[in-house]
């Protein structure tokens, strides 16, 4: 079954650096693109950007464009997601999100919690 | 970017009774192909997202069938027949017609 296990969060202070992890599993990774989405606390679901299974493009919600950058290793089954420069608003459950074939967010990760405070 | 705008944003229940969730889009959701990208998620408290419903009305493997969407265009709705004590939760609508970006709506909180 598909599995998605996101790691690397935990507090950071303004204007540093994390990068996040989501491993895969159960399905072949190297066929399907993948999202982060993000929740801050007790609000809902934002985009926050998308690439392509071979990693050959890549989209970024406004809010992040310049200060985060998705990518993945397909040898590794692994979808990382660097985040610089990082802000409280930034402040956020990320989750990770497989593309299917022709539609999205088909299968979710647990989360991981990222908290930017001083 | 697209808005969604759902109705209403809580939603008081009583169990076995029929509940409806409207989410309406500033743009029509009709693709090029023909397809309407509209999906329905449910976030049970503590949980992660899980899709109920793609492309307006395709009930995902393993969803009830007491859930059902249907519209067209810019007028979407997700029905639950009879509600039950698991479906309590946040509802989401989600396009992925005209992206980037994606878009959600704001969510609506079911509660018995």
């Known amino acids: 079954q598909v599995q998605l296990v996101e790691s690397g969060g935990g507090v950071v202070q303004p204007g540093r650096s994390l990068r996040l992890s989501c491993a895969a599993s159960g399905f072949t990774f190297s066929s399907y693109g993948m999202h982060w989405v993000r929740q801050a606390p007790g609000k809902g679901l934002e985009w926050v950007a998308l690439i392509l299974n071979d990693g050959s493009n890549k989209w970024y919600a406004d809010s992040v464009k310049g200060r985060f950058t998705i990518s993945r290793d397909n040898s590794k089954n692994t979808l990382y997601l660097q985040m610089n420069s990082l802000r409280a608003e930034d402040t956020a459950v990320y989750y990770c999100?497989?593309?299917?074939?022709?539609?999205?967010?088909?299968?979710w990760g647990q989360g991981t919690l990222v908290t930017v405070s001083s | 970017d697209v808005v969604l705008t759902q109705s209403p944003l809580s939603l008081p229940v009583t169990l076995g009774q029929p509940a409806s969730i409207s989410c309406r889009s500033s743009h029509s959701l009709v693709y090029s192909d023909g397809d309407t990208y509209l999906s329905w998620f449910q976030q049970r408290p503590g949980e992660s997202p899980r899709r109920l419903i793609n492309k307006v009305s395709n009930r995902e493997s393993g969803v009830p069938d007491r859930f059902s969407g249907s519209g067209s265009g810019t007028d979407f709705t997700l029905k639950i027949s009879r509600v039950e004590a698991e479906d309590v939760g946040v509802y989401y609508c989600?396009?992925?017609?005209?992206?980037?970006?994606?878009?959600f709506g704001q969510g609506t909180k079911l509660e018995i």
């Open positions: 989600m396009q992925g017609t005209h992206w980037p970006p994606y878009t």
């Open positions: 999100a497989k593309r299917d074939l022709t539609t999205e967010f088909d299968y």
